[in-house]
């Protein structure tokens, strides 16, 4: 039930969302040290505002990289139709939501896969968090990814945790010890 339409479901618009968190934290305070992470989209969208924002001193992608994956729908058809039809858990619930996504998400999308020019631009430590038991983010694509960046970088593999890893307390709770145990470096 987020504000706005979902044509502004971009990477490009959450990049520009992270940046105006970071400008605002600064406009009122003064901070020695920016970390920025997320996890799945949120964690690829991470690397890219670290490669656009040198105020980041620290990036954590967990289970999130720009490593391009077939869509479930041929994109000729998903263009034809203007839209793909796409489902959603909703957070903290059993519940599911459907969206149309329009065509130009994956417009979008297609100027961050497989981009690593731009990710090789981060300076900042970066911590790369994959789970074994992952199916949706396999961990080859994660260790692809790790391989591309430049140093310094931290690679963590977290036993027996997939994708989902956040509807289960106990998983939350071994993953947040493995990204906080591996945050100096």
Not at 9 to 17: A, C, G, H, R
Not at 76 to 101: C, M, T, Y
Not at 158 to 176: L, M, W
Request: charged share 25%; glycine share 6%; with cysteine.
């Amino acid at each position: 039930d987020s504000q706005g339409d979902i044509s502004v479901y971009t990477n490009t618009q959450y990049i520009k969302d992270f940046q105006s968190v970071i400008d605002f934290m600064l406009a009122n305070n003064s901070y020695d040290e920016i970390l920025v992470g997320g996890h799945s989209r949120g964690g690829a969208v991470s690397l890219f505002v670290a490669a656009q924002d040198t105020r980041v001193t620290k990036v954590i992608s967990i289970m999130g990289t720009p490593i391009n994956r077939r869509c479930g729908e041929s994109l000729a058809q998903w263009q034809s139709q203007g839209f793909h039809v796409i489902s959603r858990d909703v957070p903290n619930s059993r519940e599911r939501k459907e969206f149309r996504l329009p065509y130009s998400h994956i417009e979008d999308k297609a100027k961050y896969d497989n981009n690593f020019v731009e990710l090789r631009k981060i300076k900042a430590p970066k911590l790369i968090v994959a789970g074994e038991a992952d199916t949706v983010v396999p961990l080859e694509n994660m260790q692809k990814l790790y391989q591309e960046l430049n140093e310094p970088k931290k690679f963590v593999l977290v036993p027996k945790v997939g994708q989902d890893y956040r509807h289960n307390e106990a998983e939350v709770a071994v993953v947040n010890k493995y990204i906080l145990d591996n945050l100096d470096f």
